[in-house]
């Protein structure tokens, strides 16, 4: 099975602030490669796909980067809503795993 | 509006089984690759299993922690996704959602609906 390590796995930031979240991979996974958002009692949201991909919807200050093995999930100006757990997810194969998530908090 | 809800959630005892379904609507359901995904008390996601499209012969696969004791099936005619959960264990306690493929990512997902296995 591949392995997702995301850093850190919670953070405190401030609005307007600058968060960078990482997740590697244990082997390559190519661009398959997705970020979702997640609130309390909410249904998780994709923010990217294919590493890079902003879905349809998402403010622009959500970015994704990275190929191989290391991936990163950057937000640029933190808004109050952007307060939630993040997780990266890798679909280049079965079983597809997830990251352990990172808790973005309010500093 | 694309939608997922599930239902089905409840107490049961270790050994039991229990009927998971999720209702989609907005989206031609037919044909999308389906996903359920897992979340226990306090921690990540995990994902459960998969079922693909009539095109791709409603192919099913399973995690490791699930294989033998779970069935993914779907209705195509009543947009609805199933999971069949047998021989529950305690640790099988979690939310279970379900999520569309959109090519190889999850771009929709249901709320989810809470599975407790305690006697």
């Known amino acids: 099975d591949i392995q997702m390590t995301q850093s850190p796995s919670s953070l405190s930031a401030s609005v307007g602030d600058r968060v960078i979240i990482t997740c590697r991979a244990s082997q390559s996974i190519s661009s398959y490669l997705s970020w979702h958002q997640q609130k309390p009692g909410k249904a998780p949201k994709l923010l990217i796909y294919a590493a890079s991909s902003l879905q349809s919807g998402v403010p622009s200050r959500f970015s994704g980067s990275g190929s191989g093995t290391d991936f990163t999930l950057t937000i640029s100006s933190l808004q109050p809503e952007d307060f939630a757990t993040y997780y990266c997810q890798q679909s280049y194969s079965t079983p597809i795993t997830f990251g352990q998530g990172t808790r973005l908090e309010i500093k | ?119």
């Open chain 2, 1 to 119: 509006e694309m939608q997922l809800v599930e239902s089905g959630g409840d107490l049961v005892q270790p050994g039991g089984s229990l009927r998971l379904s999720c209702v989609a609507s907005g989206f031609t359901f037919s044909d999308h690759y389906m996903d359920w995904v897992r979340q226990a008390p306090g921690k990540g996601l995990e994902w459960v299993g998969r079922i693909r499209s009539k095109v791709h012969s409603y192919i099913t696969e399973y995690a490791a922690s699930v294989e033998g004791r779970f069935t993914i099936s779907r209705d195509d005619s009543k947009n609805s996704l199933y999971l069949q959960m047998s021989s529950l264990k305690t640790e099988d306690t979690a939310v279970y959602l379900c999520g569309r493929l959109d090519y190889h990512y999850m771009d929709v997902w249901g709320k989810g609906t809470t599975v407790t296995v305690s006697s």
